[in-house]
């Protein structure tokens, strides 16, 4: 048990992947904040109800979801 703690512990050891992981703490922040305040923007600005935030964030996931697939252009070339 403890031969598999300090091999975990083990990268901390060196500067560049304390450095890697704060970057990735980061960015781990920087896209759950936003993910945590739309619903509250979609319910007080919008004033949309439950119900209508779950649509909204359909229509936003597909949008998001087709442009990957069919790229910039909408299909056409």
């Known amino acids: ?40 923007y979609m319910r007080d600005r919008l004033g949309l109800a439950e119900s209508d935030q779950w649509v909204l964030a359909g229509v936003f996931s597909g949008r998001g979801s087709l442009y990957r697939v069919l790229g910039k252009t909408g299909g056409q070339k």
């Open 1 to 40: 048990m403890r031969q598999a703690f300090l091999e975990v512990v083990q990268p901390l050891a060196h500067r560049n992947f304390k450095k890697l992981m704060g970057v990735f703490v980061c960015n781990g922040f920087a896209a759950a904040l936003p993910a945590t305040l739309v619903p509250f």
